[in-house]
């Protein structure tokens, strides 16, 4: 079989979720599962957390359904709330919460007759401009809803835009208006994301929602001591499939784009952009071999990638390739140092994984 492979940690994920509640003890954390788990396999990584989890949050009731046809049955959020008035009778029969942003929804849900009150989650819009009610709008939303015998439990909720940045003042603009807003109604707050979790102790409300931390990303700009506690749950691993030895000067790959500044060994590797990895990975773009670090070598092509293993003299067919993750001997490579080196983020490497490539569950109970 061809050799790359997702290995997924779910003890690395039981253990990030974990520390999400040791950041915020005095909140309950949802832990966020939409886009597969990020690309790490939704049920399965649903299967490991569930009995440690309150709830899952989820971008929309296809991936709710898909955990709950995978045994879930834990609470689920639906993030984005529901697209349809039709979704609303499968919100009913799963006991789905969901969000609700826009006034169609909330009148959608208010002339629905559910067989039990559904959990709402009201978003408010407090800087991001994305979704959700303006901040001046949602004491009388709160009040429609929180009148209305569809709706049980009622909860406030936004989004930050600048968690991650270590220039606080916009986020505290937008925190300070959801804290007031929140005590004003007397609701029950869910606010922070990953990146809040970690760093902003004053934004943990009732609920918190970590995301891509629990899949081991650092969302920081800056590193703290939390973040570094962090473990990788993917780590994206192939081998080398050829070798070859090429005279200074001599290309690599398409357009020729790296030169051999001395003699150079190019290992080749089973991995490429159809596969998810970055095509935009620059040369230089750092891979470890067996536990080395040695750097991409050419354009990545669809299959397959190359890389400079000059100096590592243990390099043959056969040997291990971390693309990120960690290495059979307990070498790191960060998602998010890759994908700086790619011009994007962890989040798009990650969700970005395809489905050819399996995905290894290392837990004697979970393998899918």
Known sequence: MRPLV????LDALRHNYQLACQCAPQSRSLAVIKANAYGHGAVACAQALESQVPAFGVACIEEALALREGGITKPIVLLEGIFSADELPLVDHHQFWVAVHSAWQVDALLAFSPQQPIPVWLKVDSGMHRLGFEVKEAPAVWQRLDNAPQVAALHLMSHFATADASDGRYFTQQMQALQTLAKTLGAPLCLANSPATLAWPDAHGDWNRPGVMLYGSDPLEVAND?????????????EIIALRELSEGEPVGYGGRWHAKRRSRIAVVAAGYGDGYDRHAVDGTPVLVNGQRCAIAGKVSMDMLTVDVTDIQSAAIGSEVVLWGAASNGAVLSVDEV??????ISYTLLTGVLP???RHYQAPQFRC
């Open 6 to 9: 997702a290995h997924i940690d």
């Open 226 to 238: 939390t973040t570094r506690q962090l473990r990788p749950v993917m780590s994206l691993r192939s």
């Open 339 to 344: 994908a700086r080196y790619c011009d994007t």
């Open 356 to 358: 050819r490539v399996p």
